[in-house]
């Protein structure tokens, strides 16, 4: 595998209700995206975006936010129907080819308009579990249930996770949700959908991520401080939630093994634990032991912007080293409900 | 569709019928206006049709939309222009209306693309009025027919009604001027 680094990137705050478009606020994440990597717009080889139509309620919605790339003269660029993380994973693919030196991937979602727990579903399947609503969080809970019933967490767990997130989330200018709680008055408040109190549950956020990616040459030439990607890698599991055992994740295990998560120390990691219980299968599937702070952004619980939380977690990771914070880190995202998809990203700081 | 639990013969393997279920779907979408678009309807009210100029791309966009993705240049306050209500067609289309659920047009009518004078702009989608459809032509001088100020609304404007007036201008009306020459529009097709 060639060398591959990230030579800029750059996050929009996470928004409960954007007043602008979802180009006007993707708009300037490029811009500064492409600022921070101090490269020139046409030096971009190829660009991946991921959005989802349905979220904004607008077929090819997709093709109107190149408007934020600039696709003219035409430029060569590709999309997926997932998360931006996984964008990035097709511009990474792309840059291993050798032909181009740099590319842009980049995340974004409006979740305002539309009620995610209505639209969710449609991505499950259609004759069983669509027509029953089977939503995100009512997924989730099913899947928090079989893990408390195991013993492996508690309910207090869970809310000193979200304390522990939010309390990290202090300073984190993208973050939406942030603040000092205290771990019994979050175990006071009802049930949203048992075992689910209201923080166990994310925000949905409307938001956008952009990352730029170089190969190792370019990196050194570009950027004083890349952060390399020494392994990426993605798994899945069987679509229907019922065949699976929900209290592992499996994919995230082989995900993990293909990226090299094991191969060293690890000082952070930014997961995709958009559900309280999911850091206890996550931390366990990747084995990141005590010693590893996980989400020091303050996670997907406290910014949450569909389709761009996985590349944020990937640019979370990526400031955490230029700043010092750590030298080698994990960055997970999630697709599909409830952890079904999993892609994992291993990073480091430039050890010259 | 077969009805809900009605067996389809054929077309299943093994002893279980293979039954036909219904499923309706229903999304609800609640966006904002985003300010631009405000400030555009809000100039529809008063009859003026207002755009956003790119200095490093000299493309006029109508409505605004904060942005040149051309020159990928932020547009604002101080980009904004008045256009003018008259222009040429540059594109048309004749709609044969297929009557689906929710139409309300039986007779064929013309869509069509309006380049306005002066700075430019284009705004798509516009019905050509008092004349029948076969007679609209590219190239053709046109004026805008706006509802008395009192019935105007701004109902129809959203962030994703790009080019629509709707509300505001009923329609345009041929001016009777003679024709610019329709090879003059080859790039405003759109």
Redesign the interface.
């Known amino acids: 595998m060639n060398d591959i680094a990230i030579v800029g990137y750059a996050q929009s705050p996470s928004w409960e ?5 979802e ?2 606020f993707l ?2 994440v490029i ?1 500064d995206a492409i600022a921070a990597a101090n490269i020139d ?1 046409r030096d971009i080889g190829f660009t991946c975006a991921g959005s989802c139509d ?1 979220l ?3 077929t090819f919605a997709f093709v109107s936010n ?7 003269p035409p430029i060569s660029e590709s999309h997926v129907e997932m998360d931006g993380a996984w964008a990035m994973y097709e511009a990474w693919i792309a840059l291993q080819h050798g032909d181009i030196d740099v590319a842009l991937a980049f995340g974004s979602g409006k979740s ?4 995610p727990a ?2 969710y579903p ?1 991505q499950m399947d ?2 069983t579990l ?2 029953l609503g089977a939503d995100p969080a009512s997924l989730a809970a099913l899947q928090a249930r079989a893990l408390l019933d195991s013993g492996r967490i508690t309910e207090r767990e869970m809310a000193e996770v979200a304390a522990r997130n939010r309390k990290d989330a202090i300073g984190n200018p993208h973050a939406q949700v942030s603040g000092e709680v205290d771990v019994d008055a979050l175990l006071a408040t009802p049930y949203v959908t048992a075992p689910m109190r209201a923080h166990d549950l994310p925000p949905y956020s409307d938001g956008a991520c952009a990352v730029i990616m170089a190969t190792a040459d370019k990196a050194r030439e570009i950027c004083e401080n890349p952060v390399w990607i020494r392994g990426i890698d993605h798994r899945i599991e069987i679509h229907q939630p019922g065949m699976r055992d929900l209290r592992e994740s499996p994919s995230t295990a082989a995900a993990g093994h293909g990226a090299g998560v094991g191969d060293g120390p690890v000082d952070i990691a930014e997961l995709s634990v958009a559900y309280t219980h999911q850091e206890k299968i996550l931390t366990d599937a990747l084995g990141l032991g005590d010693g590893v702070k996980i989400n020091p952004s303050g996670g997907p619980l406290t910014a949450n912007p569909m389709m761009a939380t996985g590349l944020s977690r990937i640019a979370e990771a990526a400031r955490a080293i230029q700043r010092g914070d750590a030298k080698r880190a994990v960055a997970h995202a999630t697709s599909g409900q409830p952890l079904q998809q999993n892609l994992v990203c291993v990073l480091e700081g430039d050890l010259r | 569709m077969a009805g809900a639990n009605e067996p389809v013969e054929g077309a299943g393997a093994g002893e279980q019928p293979v039954v036909m279920m219904d499923y309706f779907m229903h999304l609800e979408y609640h966006e904002v206006v985003c300010p631009i678009v405000r400030r555009y309807a809000a100039s529809l009210m008063e009859g003026k049709i207002l755009g956003q100029f790119s200095p490093k791309s000299g493309l006029v966009y109508v409505p605004p939309r904060s942005y040149c993705p051309v020159s990928c240049e932020w547009l604002g306050e101080d980009n904004l222009i008045e256009l003018e209500d008259r222009g040429v067609i540059t594109a048309f289309t004749i709609v044969t209306p297929v009557q689906y659920y929710g139409q309300e047009e039986t007779e064929p009518f013309a869509k069509a693309s309006v380049l306005l004078d002066g700075p430019g702009g284009m705004l798509s989608l516009q019905d050509i009025l008092e004349i029948p459809p076969d007679e609209v032509r590219i190239g053709m001088k046109v004026e805008a027919v706006w509802l008395p100020e009192s019935e105007r609304n701004t109902d129809e404007i959203g962030n994703r009604s790009w080019g629509s007036a709707a509300g505001a201008i009923v329609g345009w009306r041929p001016t009777g001027e003679p024709d610019l020459p329709a090879e003059t529009f080859t790039d405003k097709v759109y």
Not at chain 1, 66 to 72: D, I, K, Q, S, Y
Not at chain 1, 112 to 115: A, E, L, N
């Open positions: 209700r954007a007043e602008l478009t180009v006007q708009f300037p811009a717009r349905y904004s309620g607008q190149l408007e934020a790339v600039g696709a003219w305002s308009p539309g009620d209505h639209i449609l259609p004759y669509t027509p």
